[in-house]
């Protein structure tokens, strides 16, 4: 018929909505530092549901993912594990300038799938070492520094140096100690935690006055600086909804 019912009026307006929808959301290639899998699943799920937009992650190694910046990968945003790296890419000119935030303060534990093998005060680590500890190393992955200056502040390094076993990532420490191949690791909290709880194993959240401050940045990169999707993810990483998400798996604001 000529004149519209409300019920036919309603299901064309939602498909014109849907359709204009469909047509500005894009996808964001994001760079993505290995302490940061989990909770940007998370935050790509949600971030995908409000905005419309697709965030494709790609995880490694912070320094890692500076190599493959530099040799021209297209990531339009990088979400790293320290403030260096971003900031050496922007004084690189492939960042855009003055987009660069700290998103997160990221926190250590000392971790083991064994539920008996953490103590909560982590005096494990005074003990004659018994099997692998895993960390991160700290050429490469900014969760190694503190995993080893937590053992210089504790006296025990020298100790338990023959024993490190050490992963080009905090993701592979974790794999590590997942696994069993080291009966202990230093991770990130948030590999460990979710919802506020840690559900497996037994762990020590390493205090902060044993290693220096895990701030950690986000960056518009150069291929992202005229991509909507790339600032909305900037935006939502700085919103409330986005840090609800980190506040979850152990990081600060």
Same mark, same amino acid.
């Given at each position: 018929?000529?004149?519209?019912?409300?019920?036919?009026?309603?299901?064309?307006?939602?498909?014109?909505?849907?359709?204009?929808?469909?047509?500005?959301?894009?996808?964001?290639?994001?760079?993505?530092?290995?302490?940061?899998?989990?909770?940007?699943?998370?935050?790509?799920?949600?971030?995908?549901?409000?905005?419309?937009?697709?965030?494709?992650?790609?995880?490694?190694?912070?320094?890692?993912?500076?190599?493959?910046?530099?040799?021209?990968?297209p990531f339009q945003v990088l979400v790293a594990a320290d403030?260096?790296?971003?900031?050496?890419?922007?004084?690189?000119?492939?960042?855009?300038?003055?987009?660069?935030?700290?998103? +997160?303060?990221?926190?250590? $534990?000392?971790?083991?799938? #064994?539920?008996?093998?953490? *103590? @909560?005060?982590? &005096? =494990? /680590?005074?003990?004659?070492?018994?099997?692998?500890?895993?960390?991160?190393?700290?050429?490469?992955?900014?969760?190694?520094?503190?995993?080893?200056?937590?053992?210089?502040?504790?006296?025990?390094?020298?100790?338990?140096?023959?024993?490190?076993?050490?992963?080009?990532?905090?993701?592979?420490?974790?794999?590590f100690a997942a696994t069993g191949n080291a009966r202990l690791?230093?991770?990130?909290?948030?590999?460990?935690?979710?919802?506020?709880?840690?559900?497996?194993?037994?762990?020590?959240?390493?205090?902060?006055?044993?290693?220096?401050?895990?701030?950690?940045?986000?960056?518009?990169?150069?291929?992202? +600086?005229?991509?909507?999707? $790339?600032?909305?993810?900037? #935006?939502?990483?700085?919103? *409330? @909804?986005?840090? &609800? =998400? /980190?506040?979850?798996?152990?990081?600060?604001?």
């Open positions: 018929c000529a004149i519209l019912c409300p019920s036919m009026f309603r299901l064309l307006l939602a498909l014109l909505v849907a359709a204009c929808s469909g047509a500005s959301a894009a996808p964001v290639q994001v760079a993505v530092a290995a302490n940061m899998a989990a909770p940007m699943q998370e935050i790509a799920a949600r971030f995908q549901a409000a905005t419309g937009h697709q965030a494709i992650v790609a995880l490694g190694s912070t320094g890692k993912l500076y190599a493959q910046v530099r040799h021209g990968a403030q260096e790296t971003p900031e050496r890419l922007e004084r690189e000119g492939l960042a855009v300038p003055g987009s660069r935030f700290t998103y +997160a303060t990221g926190q250590i $534990a000392l971790w083991s799938a #064994d539920a008996q093998a953490v *103590d @909560a005060q982590g &005096a =494990v /680590l005074a003990q004659p070492p018994r099997g692998k500890l895993a960390a991160a190393d700290p050429r490469v992955a900014p969760y190694g520094a503190p995993a080893v200056a937590t053992l210089e502040r504790l006296g025990v390094l020298a100790a338990w140096q023959p024993h490190l076993v050490q992963g080009e990532s905090v993701g592979q420490a974790y794999q690791g230093f991770v990130a909290l948030s590999q460990v935690m979710a919802s506020g709880r840690i559900p497996r194993g037994s762990a020590w959240i390493v205090p902060p006055h044993l290693h220096a401050p895990l701030k950690q940045d986000a960056l518009l990169l150069a291929p992202g +600086a005229d991509a909507p999707a $790339a600032k909305a993810l900037m #935006d939502y990483l700085r919103s *409330d @909804a986005g840090r &609800a =998400v /980190l506040r979850g798996y152990g990081y600060t604001s």
